[in-house]
């Protein structure tokens, strides 16, 4: 397709007050109107050179409000109030926008947002329009973030003033460009493949991808990269053992080292998949072995793209699919392809195949949930297996034997197959799609018309013997067993497993079990039915008993916290086993320990500065923590506050101070984890404001894309003991089976939270932790108090 040379280009960019133009206000607009310079070189006589892109005119201009702005939106978007206050209203302006624009293609990134804000406010547009956040998902199909700010840090893009209308339009402008040259730097058989399958649509970009600008080399890896560490030595690890490794290091690429370098064949169980492909990447891993759901099909994939009438979406995700496959190092599973955006809706379409249970030379890995169901299967069960993570393998325990049934998970399911918002997927599915989520609404809503609260607020209905006899409850039963019959009925068409998993879980949790907790979760628009076992004693045996010899492996330091899951997971009878470290924060290797280690002894030598711990028995005051983050000296820094009010609190009263010398992330006003902790790293005065339970839900989650496993600051402030509220049903069932619920449950699980906190940001740049809550003079309270003594490198404060 020929870029047009009449066609008006503009890229934009607007802040505003809220999401909801029916609600928030337009306070910025910045756009800079552009063209593409394709002039021949008839200077040098050598034909067409490299085009380039010019701005021929910007704009920019802040309105009055007629309502109050939040303080966090002054805070993000950098606006002064005295600015809107010397302000003309949008009103007064709306017919000089309307004549600029009207003709342009409007280009920018999530630019949907955009255009509707502003048609919320009488703006009409041409109808056409390029986001260059459709662009960059399928020409960087595996990065991690597609937020403005990170993509600026990616290609080295200046990007001063960020979240400034006029700032971000000249930055997304840039992204345009770069993102062209990395099309052009594409293998030119995948270029021709695209254009292609782009031809029969009308796409706004598609005329852009021929213009002659210089192109920019793209990353093709066609091999595994590197090995993390020299062959050094080998662990000699015992079965029935749990090994309690220093937090001096990542303990769990080092053990799949001295594990690959051993003669016996062995088996590797980590946490989660990502950590399963990222040692498969370092060639520490010989064989890895993934979920058939994460597995690539190759054959589905090829079926997909020969498939006629495709829908748009289905050609963008194809069109991701595509770079990835001809540029990703590896093809087996798709796990580093980022579909958290767009793009998961189509899984079901590239997935799919069996567990592989034939044997290989070398290591195998696999994450914990691949691990139930080898042990189910049979598989490796001759391997010397090692287990890492006791916390997560409490909690995969308890995830896989129990069962959450949730109204938005069912819809997302539905939607996998035809989205009838969008009009997304295929067709056949449309109208049995359309009647199985009003089935769903039927049984989902009554339920929370029945239990939630006016107005709706987050709770839990906890199930018992005496809910039998509960009125509410058993309406619910009743539509429960008539909407799985409905659903059955719908699944004849989809032929779905996951679908079929979802109606027995539904049944059984109206179905009378021993050693279970259910309870019902709701909060405006959600609806979950979650049922748990209580003892797992049972379970855990009944998964290790095939295995000859196992083993578990964790960074835990404390005592309190490894007995507990030595407990819970009924693993009374392995032997314990400490591996000290030697060396720098991030870098080390283990000391010898009797025969456990053997092999040259090596330190990689850094001198340390050590950190320094601090305890206050004190309120977490707005003095107190100000007085802690006074200057960019301390900085990148972290507070952790004991919940969402209080980092609202403290934001609202000192933005404008802090703002002054740190760049501010703050949770629930910044975006997810990912992009906050990624967009963190890029400032060197960077100031996190979060909770704890915001650091430890990031950890617990099985993220979509890459997720931040560490965050470097200088100074952490702790504003409480992380105890858990004895609210949660599971909890409170659990806490009562218990001899002393606080000594066996309560306190090991705040110490294992506090542990997983540290962990996140125990790097070489820590210098500082403050710990305050008026509860460490309690003597429960010594244990967090001597936690330093298990971090290298650390002293208490005088």
């Not at 995948?190 to 002659?212: H, M, R, V």
Request: hydrophobic fraction near 40%.
């Amino acid at each position: 397709m020929t870029l047009k040379k009449d066609k008006i280009y503009c890229s934009l960019d607007i802040e505003t007050s809220g999401f909801d133009p029916l609600k928030n206000e337009v306070l910025e607009i910045g756009f800079v109107f552009f063209e593409f310079d394709t002039k021949p070189d008839t200077k040098n006589g050598t034909g067409a050179k490299p085009a380039r892109i010019k701005i021929a005119k910007e704009y920019s201009r802040v309105f009055k409000p007629h309502g109050e702005v939040p303080a966090n939106i002054l805070g993000l978007t950098g606006i002064r109030q005295a600015e809107l206050d010397n302000a003309e209203p949008f009103s007064e302006h709306r017919d000089e926008l309307q004549e600029l624009l009207k003709d342009a293609v409007i280009v920018g990134h999530n630019i949907a947002f955009d255009i509707k804000f502003l048609q919320g406010f009488g703006i009409k547009f041409s109808g056409e329009s390029i986001d260059t956040l459709d662009l960059v998902q399928w020409l960087l199909p595996t990065h991690h973030s597609y937020n403005l700010e990170n993509l600026m840090h990616t290609f080295g893009i200046e990007h001063k003033d960020a979240h400034r209308a006029l700032a971000d339009s000249k930055a997304t402008l840039k992204l345009l460009e770069k993102l062209l040259q990395l099309y052009r730097g594409l293998p030119d058989k995948l270029k021709k493949q695209i254009a292609s399958f782009i031809e029969p649509y009308n796409f706004t970009w598609s005329p852009l991808l021929d213009i002659n600008l210089p192109a920019w080399s793209f990353p093709i890896i066609s091999d595994r990269s590197r090995e993390i560490a020299p062959k050094s030595g080998v662990f000699k690890l015992e079965g029935k053992r749990v090994y309690n490794f220093s937090l001096a290091a990542d303990y769990v690429p080092w053990l799949a080292l001295s594990l690959a370098n051993q003669q016996a064949k062995s088996l590797l169980v980590i946490p989660k998949s990502r950590q399963v492909l990222e040692l498969y990447r370092q060639k520490l891993v010989a064989k890895p072995i993934f979920l058939p759901e994460q597995t690539f099909n190759e054959n589905k994939f090829e079926s997909l793209i020969k498939q006629k009438n495709l829908s748009v979406e289905q050609i963008k995700f194809i069109l991701k699919v595509l770079v990835w496959r001809q540029t990703n190092w590896q093809t087996e599973t798709f796990m580093d392809l980022n579909l958290s955006f767009f793009g998961g809706q189509f899984k079901e379409l590239i997935s799919g195949g069996e567990l592989n249970g034939q044997e290989a030379e070398g290591l195998i890995a696999c994450d914990q949930e691949v691990f139930l169901q080898l042990s189910s299967l049979g598989y490796y069960t001759k391997r010397k297996t090692v287990i890492c993570g006791l916390n997560e393998f409490e909690r995969i325990i308890t995830a896989d034997m129990g069962s959450k049934v949730s109204w938005g998970y069912i819809n997302y399911l539905l939607k996998s197959y035809f989205d009838p918002e969008g009009g997304f997927g295929l067709e056949k599915y449309a109208v049995t799609v359309s009647q199985a989520l009003a089935d769903g609404d039927l049984f989902f809503g009554l339920a929370s018309a029945l239990l939630q609260t006016n107005p709706p607020t987050f709770q839990y209905y906890k199930i018992s013997e005496q809910s039998e006899y509960d009125e509410k409850y058993q309406k619910i039963k009743n539509s429960a067993e008539n909407y799985t019959v409905k659903l059955a009925k719908h699944n004849k068409v989809f032929k779905s497993a996951i679908i079929e998993k979802f109606i027995l879980n539904l049944e059984d949790f109206f179905t009378q079990q021993e050693n279970r907790v259910k309870w019902i979760e709701l909060a405006e628009n959600r609806c979950a039915f979650l049922s748990m076992p209580l003892d797992i004693k049972d379970l855990v045996g009944k998964t290790l008993r095939p295995f000859v010899s196992i083993s578990f492996a964790d960074s835990l330091d404390n005592a309190v916290v490894t007995d507990f899951f030595i407990a819970r997971l009924g693993l009374e009878d392995f032997d314990r086993g400490t591996v000290e470290f030697i060396g720098s924060k991030r870098k080390a290797l283990p000391a010898k320990q009797g025969d456990l280690f053997s092999g040259e002894k090596k330190s990689l030598a850094k001198k340390q500065a050590g950190i320094t711990f601090h305890c206050l028995a004190a309120g977490a005051t707005q003095d107190k923590l100000r007085e802690l983050i006074s200057d960019a000296d301390v900085l990148p820094a972290a507070i952790l506050f004991a919940g969402q009010v209080q980092v609202r609190e403290f934001y609202d009263q000192t933005y404008q101070e802090l703002k002054s010398f740190a760049s501010l992330l703050v949770q629930n006003n910044s975006g997810g984890s990912n992009k906050i902790f990624r967009n963190f790293s890029i400032h060197k005065n960077s100031l996190l404001l979060c909770t704890d339970k915001f650091i430890l839900k990031h950890l617990a989650a099985q993220n979509p894309v890459e997720p931040v496993g560490k965050l470097a600051v200088k100074r952490l402030i702790v504003c409480r003991l992380p105890f858990d509220q004895f609210t949660h049903p599971y909890q409170e069932a659990l806490g009562k089976t218990l001899n002393n619920a606080f000594n066996d449950y309560a306190l090991p699980k705040a110490l294992l939270n506090f542990h997983e906190v540290l962990k996140f940001f125990y790097t070489d740049e820590l210098e500082d932790i403050y710990v305050i809550d008026q509860k460490l003079d309690k003597p429960y309270a010594l244990v967090f108090k001597d936690y330093y003594k298990t971090l290298p490198g650390a002293k208490l404060a005088e």
